[in-house]
């Protein structure tokens, strides 16, 4: 049975056409600047190619043509932790049809930097936020975020060199008298105080969508998503995992929201006057990159 279905789908692969229309089905909480940023394009070559006068005015279900063609396969690249299995979950198959399609016979054996072959009928690199962990994207499309609300993103650091989520809202709640806790939308965590290296910690703030108490003005707090990472900048660098996930995470927020690269900042790069956070070792121009 498995055998046979793994034929039919190299089957259906091989008989792809090398370059095809692209079309889209809208969903809950897509926009159109998301949705063209996900497959490399403009919004108004999206608009052109749908007769779209109007960006703001898309439905869930709707499906739009998306300019360009495609080939057969996306290239992706193995990182650090990742499986065979973890990798085609990503991209909706299992891990003996991405074996079968890649000739690989010992499902369980890939390297770091290796190149696998996906086969894709729109040609483009998964969006960055195919890196979070399942558990983490299942937990966050199920909350209902608030069209409209948030305008920015904000990465802060915790200033301490080890600690965790929890040990910060309990601070946050109980000795700040903060009523909603934990002042950040979500904590990314540095392997210490028993916590993974990269795991992401999804604030109260995030869940019930509050605003958030990490920045100095009211104004701000009421339209800027916090991210804290957990270490001290000042005295080191993040660790690269917390930078892969910081990365995502951003990606999935901007895909959701709408909020534009210019938009997604830094503590002190919000009041240079008043902090230093998230300190001299955190890679702005890095953070820059990953938004582009």
């Not at 439905?59 to 932790?81: C, D, H, M, N, S």
């Not at 290796?114 to 979070?132: D, F, H, N």
């Not at 900042?265 to 582009?292: A, D, I, N, S, W």
């Amino acid at each position: 049975m498995i055998a046979s279905r793994i034929f039919f789908f190299l089957l259906a692969v091989a008989t792809l056409p090398v370059s095809q229309a692209l079309v889209h089905e809208v969903r809950k909480g897509e926009n159109l600047t998301a949705i063209a940023k996900s497959y490399g394009v403009t919004v108004d070559s999206v608009k052109k190619a749908n007769n779209l006068r109007d960006a703001d005015k898309i439905v869930v279900g709707q499906k739009l043509e998306i300019p360009g063609t495609a080939p057969q396969y996306i290239e992706y690249k193995v990182r650090k932790g990742e499986s065979l299995s973890s990798i085609a979950t990503q991209h909706g198959f299992n891990a003996r049809e991405i074996g079968a399609f890649n000739g690989i016979r010992n499902l369980n054996k890939i390297r770091v930097g290796q190149v696998i072959r996906i086969p894709s009928k729109s040609g483009v690199a998964p969006p960055k936020y195919t890196r979070l962990p399942w558990s983490v994207r299942n937990a966050l499309d199920k909350i209902d975020i608030k069209r409209g609300q948030w305008k920015s993103i904000v990465v802060h650091h915790s200033g301490t060199t080890a600690d965790r989520a929890v040990n910060i809202a309990r601070f946050h709640r109980e000795e700040r008298r903060m009523e909603n806790g934990l002042a950040y939308h979500f904590v990314i965590e540095n392997g210490t105080r028993g916590t993974k290296n990269g795991d992401i910690y999804i604030g109260n703030r995030w869940e019930k969508q509050l605003h958030g108490g990490h920045m100095k003005l009211w104004a701000h707090n009421q339209v800027a998503i916090g991210i804290c990472l957990i270490g001290n900048f000042e005295k080191t660098r993040p660790k690269s995992r917390q930078l892969d996930q910081l990365e995502a995470l951003i990606d999935y927020l901007r895909s959701k929201t709408g909020i534009p690269a210019k938009n997604v900042t830094t503590h002190k790069l919000m009041h240079p006057k008043h902090t230093l956070c998230p300190g001299k070792y955190f890679p702005t121009e890095q953070l820059k990159q990953m938004v582009r």
